[in-house]
């Protein structure tokens, strides 16, 4: 299977900044999503990152707020923005190769204060 | 009520089966999965099984699919303590992205 890195792998960030986090895998991949778990909480799909044009997001997601870049097919940024402390997650850049299955980065752990 | 349903808790002794379960509300569902994730970390995909089998096992885990009752469950044979964990099922439909779970903190206790 592919092989994620995500950075940062957490920070502690001040509201009304913005974090950029970075995913990279080790071969192309067909499909890149991005994913929050909230404490305590399951995951939620933010948006299905789309090379070269702009992110699909879920309903409750705005590209404001997180915009989405995926340059090439291996490549992705999420950015969260005008951060508040409920921005507090853990954000998961997730991809999916061929028929595989998918397969989870580590996660960024961010804490707003 | 939820897409995907699970218990949140589940507590076995070392040694015994442990069986989380899952029921899920949308018949186009087209995987379904179970995922672990260890305190701190992110999600380790443990298997997955395809809407038109009904069983499937690896080494100690075993997933039985019930597609007329929509309902997914997990055994552990032999659980270790280092199988607690929060572990999520998930499925997806033709546009592959997964809808998760509120996941099960199974707790192994010597």
């Known amino acids: 299977s592919a092989v994620i890195s995500q950075k940062p792998s957490r920070d502690i960030c001040q509201r009304g900044t913005s974090l950029t986090i970075q995913c990279q895998v080790d071969s192309q991949v067909t499909m890149m999503f991005w994913y929050r778990q909230q404490p305590g909480q399951s995951l939620t799909l933010i948006a299905t990152a789309n090379q070269g044009s702009e992110a699909t997001y879920e309903s409750g997601f705005v590209i404001d707020k997180f915009p989405i870049s995926r340059p090439n097919l291996t490549f992705s940024t999420l950015t969260v923005s005008n951060m508040s402390p409920e921005d507090s997650s853990i954000y998961l850049c997730?991809?999916?190769?061929?028929?595989?299955?998918?397969?989870f980065g580590n996660g960024t752990r961010l804490t707003v204060t | 009520g939820e897409d995907v349903e699970q218990s949140l808790f589940l507590s076995v002794r070392e040694g015994d089966s442990s069986v989380i379960n899952c029921t899920y509300t949308d018949s186009s569902s087209t995987y379904l999965y179970w995922y672990k994730q260890e305190p701190g970390a992110g999600l380790q995909l443990l298997t997955y099984?395809?809407?038109?089998?009904d069983m499937k096992q690896d080494q100690r885990l075993t997933v039985l699919l019930n597609k007329k009752d929509k309902h997914l469950s997990l055994r552990i044979a032999d659980t270790q303590t280092g199988d607690s964990a929060i572990y999520f099922c998930a499925h997806s439909g033709s546009a592959r992205q997964l809808t998760f779970g509120s996941g099960t903190q199974l707790t192994v206790l010597p």
């Open positions: 099984i395809f809407s038109n089998m």
């Open positions: 997730s991809v999916i190769t061929g028929d595989s299955p998918l397969h």
